[in-house]
C-alpha cells in the first residue's frame, strides 16, 4: 500500500484567512450550493452527475517512474475546499485568498480521475497562475494532469528560484485522463507556477517532489554539492559519473 510521505518535517498548520469580500465564513467547510460548484467547476451538478466514469490508471503504473516524494492529498478531509488554509502542507504553500482564484481539493472522482485514492487538486474558477511555493527548495519532477471539460488546451509547468524563472516544462495538450507531465528540470526550484488559458480547468493528482540532481562535475564545485543533499564534493562528483546514489 503506498502512502503519502511528508516532503518536510512539518505539521500540517491551519493559517488565519484575511477577510475577502468573496471568502467564505469558513474557507475549509465543503462548498456544496449549486452556484458555488457551477461557478468553481465549470459544471452545474447535472452536469458533473452526467460525466462518465473516470478511466483509472493501475496505482502501480501510476507511480512506478516517479522517483520522488509524492503528495496525494489524502490526508485531506472529503469535500470541497481551497488548500490555503491548510498552509504550508507538508512544506507547500498553495495559492488562494478567498473563493477564486484559489487552488482547490476535492473527492469527486468523476471530475478529477485522480490516479490514487480520492482526492485530487484543482484551479478553481479556471484561472491560469495558479502556483505552489516550497518551504525549502527541491527539485519539482512533475504531476499527473487532466481537463475534465473534454477541452484538450494547453499547459506547462513554469519553474522559479528565488524570484527568476529557472526553466519551464513542455506545453502539452491536457486529455480527460491523467498524464505524467514531468518538469524536465533537475535542479531546485521554490515556486511551481501552474499554466494554463484563462477559463479552462485542469485536475491534479500525485504532485512529486525529489532531491536536486547534479549533472556536471561543475555543478558539485564550490559548496554546490551540498544544494544537491550530498555529504561532500566526492560523493556529488560520483553520481555525476556512474549514477550511484549516496545521499
Partial sequence: MYRLTRLFPTAL?????AACSEAPQDPVAPITTESNIERITGFT?????????????????????????????????????????????????????????AVYVWDYTPYGSPVSGTHFLFNGCGYDNESMTLTTPQ?????????????????????????????????VALQPTMQWVPSGHNGPVDQVVLRIPNGYWWVMDDVTFGPPNPTTKDDCKDGGWAQYGFRNQGLCVSYVETGKDTR
Fill in 13 to 17: 498548520a491551519i493559517v488565519a484567512v
Fill in 45 to 101: 451538478p447535472a452536469e458533473l452527475s452526467a460525466l462518465p466514469a473516470p478511466t483509472r490508471i493501475p496505482l502501480v503504473t501510476a507511480r512506478a517512474t516517479l522517483g520522488g516524494t509524492v503528495l496525494d492529498f489524502e490526508d485531506l478531509p472529503g469535500g470541497q475546499f481551497p488548500m490555503y488554509p491548510y498552509n504550508p502542507y507538508h512544506g507547500v504553500s498553495f495559492s488562494g485568498s478567498g473563493y477564486c482564484p
Fill in 139 to 171: 527539485a519539482f519532477k512533475g504531476a499527473w494532469v487532466a481537463n475534465p471539460h473534454y477541452q484538450n488546451p494547453s499547459f506547462q509547468f513554469d519553474l522559479y528560484l528565488a524570484g527568476n524563472l529557472v526553466a519551464s516544462s513542455s506545453s
